[in-house]
């Protein structure tokens, strides 16, 4: 039994070991924003009134003392709905004065770029990473951290050196003005927030998202009215990775629903507000509690709003961005015809590739051709061998965008689903069926057994099920080889699945492990079919019929066909 529909979820979802960015400490200050409002924010978002205010106390907003520093030196920033972008003068060549609050923007404007996560940094979350993309300033804040010279005043040096990838250094700097302010409070409320969101970004930006959420936090303490912290606070909730998963994300939806309804609008704050809806698009359909098809509806209304602010002509690549997470929805969206679905899945991975080009992103273009080949290879309606065939060329031309030799989870991600379409295939069977096992194992020299335990399984599962495959051809050569192969891959991946696996992932081994053992002339006969019997048996204890009638019937006639075989050998 293939594990088709598992590889490609494994695909989409590496499991081995993330870095969390140092997770906060329980008691932090990231914790304790969730803490008080946790319990009605629950009610409320399940009632599907989850549009509910922060009431931050806003006498913390005032504190004493004049400002002498260059955060004070400089022209304070103007509220949200009237700050402007940097003027037509290229932006390293404006006074620092100018600079400083441009920079602070496009810094709070975060995940406007598609940035790479480094290998092994790679998030769990649904949105593929190389779509949804690391957090990087980005090419405007970039030019304005150049204007910056290296003897600016330390806020100064600082955002320059987060622009250049040096967070160590702008932390200690940062950390040192924080330091000072507490020794001798000589800031207002709204310049002192600015140090802690400059030290959130430098984490931020540097994916440690706990430790941003902490700088946030204290931020949104001191000037809570702050509407580019708060959103900075959102979107660090939104990437910061489990215990607590559920308490993050509802926090999230209530910052962004409050910044959606009092701060940013179309008219005025087109950026911040597309951003806002492509961050509550991320938040509604990671969120876990309540109607999960009302909240899928949720983030594709988001999406779909986001776009009325990303025009393609104005903002190219959030434009191609949205309309990946709008293919990727509808890809896994369970509500209406499967097929639509699909279809309109391929229309947005299309558009997307209009801007996302090969020769501009070509990881990002890989991953879309990739996932262009997951629909078709999904696609339920015309000629499915047809399909399988598209799906192969979508995934061989993903593959041909990528460095050949290159061991990355990007690579290995769409050889498993090429192996499993080769798979697949009718005609042509055992060719077929050794190019898909080549396309596992060359995937098994990224994903493996210590470092991705559950997809190493998923694809040992796949692997065995091709080699019993391989056995059953008819004119098949070493056919006794191919089962003693699918018996050791199976009883190894059956270690790891009964630790990580799901019930479905674990209960198709044990099926096939079944068939092999069935089909097996080494050893004692009779114990290999007393064997595949236990086996079937534990397949049968996940595939009942009320949830699994199809996968039942062909486990159960197979358990009952090897039982008679084991009775005659007994009488």
């Known amino acids: 039994m293939s594990a088709k529909k598992q590889t490609r979820a494994a695909a989409k979802r590496p499991s081995g070991p993330k870095e969390d960015g140092g997770q906060p400490e329980a008691g932090s200050s990231a914790d304790r924003i969730l803490v ?29 003392g004049a400002a002498t520093s260059e955060l004070d030196a400089r022209p304070a920033l103007p509220p949200a709905s009237h700050r402007p972008d940097v003027a037509p003068v290229p932006p390293s060549q404006q006074p620092l004065a100018s600079i400083i609050p441009a920079l602070e923007l496009e810094l709070a404007r975060k995940d406007r770029s598609l940035g790479l996560w480094p290998e092994g940094r790679t998030p769990d979350a649904r949105t593929d990473p190389y779509l949804s993309g690391a957090p990087v300033v980005g090419s405007l804040a970039e030019e304005l951290g150049r204007g910056i010279p290296a ?34 409070p000589v800031l207002g ?39 580019y912290i708060r959103y900075s606070m959102a979107r660090s909730l939104l990437r910061t990775p489990p ?68 025009t393609r002509e104005a903002f190219p690549v959030e434009w191609a ?30 558009r997307a590739t209009e801007v ?7 990881r990002q273009w890989a991953s879309l051709q990739a996932k262009l080949g997951t629909a078709y290879a999904d696609l339920p309606t015309g000629d499915l061998q047809s399909n399988l065939k598209a799906a192969i060329q979508c995934y061989e031309q993903g593959l041909s965008a990528l460095e050949p030799d290159a061991q990355t989870w990007g690579r290995a ?54 080699h019993i495959s391989l056995a059953s051809q008819p004119e098949a050569r070493n056919k006794h080889e191919h089962i003693e192969q699918a018996v050791a891959i ?31 002339h080494a050893g004692d006969r009779r114990e290999n079919l007393q064997r595949a019997v236990l086996s079937f048996d534990r397949a049968l204890t996940v595939f009942k019929p009320e949830q699994f009638p199809e996968y039942h019937g062909i486990v159960r006639d197979a358990r009952d066909e090897t039982q008679a075989q084991l009775d005659a050998l007994t009488e």
């Open 189 to 227: 409320a709204e310049e002192e927030a600015r140090l802690y969101a400059a030290r959130g970004d430098a984490d931020y930006f540097d994916l440690r998202f706990a430790a941003a959420g902490e700088s946030f936090s204290t931020g949104m303490e001191i000037a809570p009215d702050n509407p």
């Open 321 to 350: 961005r949205t309309h990946g997470f709008l293919g990727e929805l509808m890809m896994s969206r369970p509500e209406g015809e499967r097929a639509d679905n699909l279809v309109a899945a391929m229309d947005h991975f299309r």
């Open 413 to 466: 991600s769409i050889l498993m689903r090429l192996g499993t379409a080769y798979s697949n295939l009718t005609d042509d069977k055992e060719e077929n069926l050794a190019k898909g096992n080549a396309c596992f194992n060359e995937a098994l020299k990224v994903i493996t057994r210590e470092g991705y335990p559950a997809d190493w399984a998923t694809l040992q599962n796949n692997l065995a099920n091709n």
């Open 490 to 520: 199976l009883e190894g991946a059956l270690e790891v699945l009964g630790q990580t696996g799901t019930p479905f992932e674990w209960a198709s081994a044990q099926y096939n492990l079944g068939t092999a053992l069935r089909l097996r």
């Open 356 to 362: 996302i080009t090969r020769e501009g992103f070509p």
């Open 36 to 64: 008080p409002v946790f319990t009605a924010v629950i009610l409320l978002l399940i009632a599907a009134a989850v549009a509910v205010v922060l009431s931050p106390d806003k006498d913390s907003a005032t504190r004493p």
């Open 151 to 184: 003897d600016a005043p330390p806020y100064a040096v600082a955002l320059k050196a987060i622009t250049e990838a040096r967070y160590a250094q702008a932390r200690k700097i940062l950390d040192d003005l924080i330091a000072a302010q507490g020794r001798n």
């Open 243 to 310: 215990p607590k998963e559920e308490q993050r994300l509802v926090i999230a939806i209530q910052i962004l629903l409050e910044l959606e309804a009092n701060d940013f609008t179309l008219e005025k704050t087109p950026i911040e507000w597309g951003l806002v809806k492509l961050a509550l698009g991320v938040a509604f359909w990671n969120f876990p509690l309540g109607d999960a098809s009302v909240n899928r509806d949720r983030a594709l209304d988001s999406y779909r709003a986001s776009l009325q602010a990303f």
